[in-house]
């Protein structure tokens, strides 16, 4: 019994070992197999690299639908804020045209209060009308022009000369370092620097208005910064500041209709850079634009 | 539709004080009623006849015969047949070709002005947002018509 039970466990044992043994041949076989098929060998290779390039095609095909797509839905917006803008004109025009003849012909004529109400259509229309002057010019920077290396301290001086009247107003002193020449269209970037300007003007604090146009470089990006001593803001709101219609202040404390920073924000997009706020309640703050540094040699504008 | 009826002034009689005829085709009453008030705000003697499409204003340009108007006001966006179509009709017909044409109208596109001035038109002006700037447009229009009155 115990030499039958022996002969089988030692059967039993070979058994084993031949399992053992014959699995880690299949392993090695299978490693091996799997080690050759990684092997530079030409002829083994072709089908992993057919494999990512099929799965490279396959992304980049996906990259431009997505990329298609999201231009399309840009071009759709745009095309929405135009037509809206310029419909919206119309009944508008017709409200303001009839209250600015019923104001003319009748003001003095009926009772006070109707003066009055008609003060507040009159008073409307005027926002309104600004709201959509606002919307067509955001609707219309556009991105198919072709940028140029454009001289940001000639832009400045036009931004400047534009805004004479308010910087007089504001009795501000604009100052700034030597600025570059920057990769955008050339009336952008005075419509860029113009709405900043406006910015520091339109929340200066109560002291005298001081805004400083600065340059930093790095390999990357150029990026200009117009930093100033008013109202400032609390960090929290660095955000929303770009968003449409977005404003920090009730209406009639201070005036806009919200859309300049959008403006810029989307002006820099069009061009590949970024804009961000830093601020202080009661010190100031600091627009940042960065533009992308030219890689290739580009067209200078005459 | 007629602001005022254009039998009004074909009675005779009235030498020195001239009243200038304009077609204004606009499909919008508002409208018409708008330029109306404003002629007589700026004090432009005018008699204003309006016409709602283009078809119906070369109809009656055709059948006006020689009294023609001194200006045709012409909006751009109409029924039927377009403000451009209209003033091509104008420009290509043989009594009509030297008519004034000013254009009034909402477009602010290149292309419109473009072709509008290719077909001669005497202005092209954008209707104004308020009331006061639709007086200056109505002087505006008093001056070419004194300046079209005087040439011919």
Not at chain 1, 172 to 201: F, G, K, M
Not at chain 1, 243 to 256: A, I, S, T
């Amino acid at each position: 019994m115990l030499a039958v039970s022996q002969i089988f466990a030692s059967v039993a044992a070979a058994h084993w070992i031949a399992t053992v043994v014959g699995g880690a041949t299949l392993l090695i076989g299978v490693a091996t197999v799997a080690l050759l098929w990684m092997l530079p060998s030409p002829s083994r290779a072709r089908p992993a690299e057919d494999e990512m390039r099929r799965i490279a095609t396959e992304l980049e095909q996906r990259v431009a639908d997505r990329t298609r797509e999201l231009e399309r839905s840009n071009r759709e917006l745009e095309q929405f804020a135009y037509v809206a803008s310029h419909d919206l004109r119309e009944p508008l025009r017709m409200i303001a045209s009839y209250t600015d003849l019923l104001a003319r012909r009748y003001r003095g004529k009926l009772d006070d209060t109707a003066d009055e109400f008609i003060a507040y259509v009159l008073d409307g229309c005027q926002r309104m009308r600004q709201l959509i002057i606002d919307l067509l010019e955001y609707s219309r920077v556009d991105r198919q022009r072709m940028p140029q290396l454009i001289d940001a301290e000639e832009a400045l001086e036009v931004a400047c000369r534009d805004l004479a009247v308010p910087i007089a107003r504001a009795d501000a002193a604009i100052t700034h370092d030597p600025l570059p020449r920057v990769v955008c269209t050339r009336v952008q970037l005075v419509q860029l620097l113009e709405n900043l300007l406006r910015n520091s003007l339109t929340y200066r604090a109560d002291r005298p208005t001081l805004v400083h146009v600065g340059v930093q470089e790095t390999d990357e990006e150029t990026v200009i910064t117009v930093r100033d001593n008013g109202l400032g803001f609390e960090m929290r709101h660095a955000d929303r500041i770009f968003g449409m219609f977005q404003r920090l202040h009730v209406r009639g404390e201070y005036p806009g209709t919200g859309m300049g920073l959008a403006m810029c924000q989307k002006i820099m997009e069009c061009h590949g850079g970024r804009i961000w706020a830093e601020a202080e309640p009661g010190i100031g703050a600091t627009f940042s634009c960065a533009f992308p540094r030219a890689k290739a040699p580009t067209a200078v504008a005459s | 539709m007629r602001v005022p009826p254009r039998e009004g002034t074909d009675g005779g009689g009235i030498v020195n004080a001239r009243r200038y005829r304009l077609l204004l085709v606009e499909d919008n009453p508002a409208d018409v009623r708008l330029l109306t008030e404003a002629l007589v705000e700026a004090a432009v003697n005018a008699e204003v006849t309006s016409s709602h499409d283009g078809e119906d204003a070369l109809r009656l340009l055709k059948r006006t015969g020689c009294d023609l108007p001194d200006a045709v006001i012409l909006d751009l966006n109409l029924p039927r047949m377009g403000g451009r179509e209209l003033l091509a009709a104008i420009r290509h017909d043989v009594e009509l070709s030297e008519l004034p044409v000013v254009i009034l109208s909402t477009s602010h596109q290149d292309g419109d002005l473009r072709a509008c001035r290719a077909l001669r038109a005497h202005a092209f002006v954008i209707k104004p947002v308020g009331f006061d700037e639709f007086v200056d447009v109505a002087r505006r229009i008093g001056r070419i018509c004194h300046e079209v009155v005087a040439d011919a």
